[in-house]
């Protein structure tokens, strides 16, 4: 395996070990996008093919996202799992107010990302949960599968890596 | 019992009961003054016994409103739809919360999306809806500038 690609630092080989090069702020930002707990909220069929995710099949937990903790304060990203209504934004914009930093958004599926089915002729439906919330990175399908998702949070480890831009 | 066999029995209890024909139930039209009278009749008489109200529909038809309410009887095993036409600028109907409870919160769902008034109900207030929301939702011809993007 090469450690280069997943640990960011360089080791130096001397005689009796070695000495590891790297940067700080890399190591965090690896540590950071191999243990991000997401946080249980799921508003409709998207959460379906979240929780799909997170079972045995899709396994979740392989790439780092262990265990979906039900309290914003523990959570590292929010899955914006389904349709945001313009009664749930408020609940929305306080569930991220509550994350502690750093935090990621993943917006899944049309609805989340767009309004999606619901972007025309309705008077309940926010247009993408990025006009309540910023997000990092966007899921297309309706409802995306595991394999999808599982692609975005991936992608979402590599922005975390890459660190800020 | 089947659909022609719970007929028989709704003609023996109901003289005046006008069926609709054509769909998967036993459908029966009323008029909205008499709702009171044969729901309770229907709920009460041992011989129907509907004692589940497992759905409540308001439909708009653009020239009227019709509401659907789907009966069922643990008793018995038979289901019953009934059908009440009301007008559309003033939709009215009697309340049934007393005679099915679970009415209370559906009868609610109706008034929010589709303005149906229901008379005597206990709490009749916007369910889905903010409380100070004008307008009904549900109705073929609701309109909302702000949050609609038309199509």
Request: aromatic letters at 10%.
């Amino acid at each position: 395996m090469d450690v280069s690609k997943s640990f960011p630092g360089e080791v130096h080989p001397t005689a009796g070990g070695g000495v590891l090069v790297t940067k700080l702020d890399e190591v965090i930002n690896w540590a950071r996008s191999n243990s991000l707990w997401p946080l249980v909220f799921g508003t409709s069929c998207c959460a379906i093919e979240m929780m799909s995710t997170a079972g045995a099949k899709y396994d979740w937990s392989r790439f780092g996202f262990e265990v979906a903790r039900a309290t914003p304060r523990q959570a590292d990203v929010i899955i914006i799992a389904g349709t945001i209504v313009n009664k749930m934004a408020p609940v929305l914009k306080r569930l991220y107010d509550q994350m502690a930093d750093p935090k990621y958004v993943i917006a899944m599926g049309a609805c989340a990302t767009s309004g999606g089915p619901f972007f025309y002729n309705t008077y309940s439906v926010v247009k993408g949960a990025d006009h309540v919330i910023p997000v990092d990175v966007y899921v297309a399908g309706c409802p995306p599968r595991p394999e999808a998702l599982l692609h975005a949070l991936i992608t979402l480890q590599e922005q975390i890596r890459r660190g800020p831009s | 019992m089947n659909k022609e066999e719970l007929k028989i029995r709704l003609t023996e209890v109901l003289p005046t009961v006008v069926f609709e024909e054509g769909g998967e139930w036993t459908t029966m039209i009323i008029d909205p003054a008499a709702w009171e009278g044969v729901a309770k009749e229907l709920r009460w008489e041992g011989r129907l016994d509907f004692d589940y109200l497992f759905c409540v529909t308001a439909a708009d038809w653009k020239t009227h409103i019709v509401m659907v309410y789907h009966l069922t009887s643990t008793v018995h095993r038979h289901t019953l739809v009934v059908k009440a036409k009301l007008d559309r600028d003033r939709p009215v109907i009697r309340t049934v919360a007393d005679v099915w409870r679970t009415a209370e919160f559906h009868e609610r769902e109706a008034f929010d999306l589709m303005g149906v008034e229901f008379t005597g109900h206990p709490d009749l207030r916007r369910l889905f809806m903010t409380d100070e929301w004008v307008g009904w939702p549900l109705r073929k011809d609701y309109d909302d500038p702000v949050n609609m993007i038309k199509l």
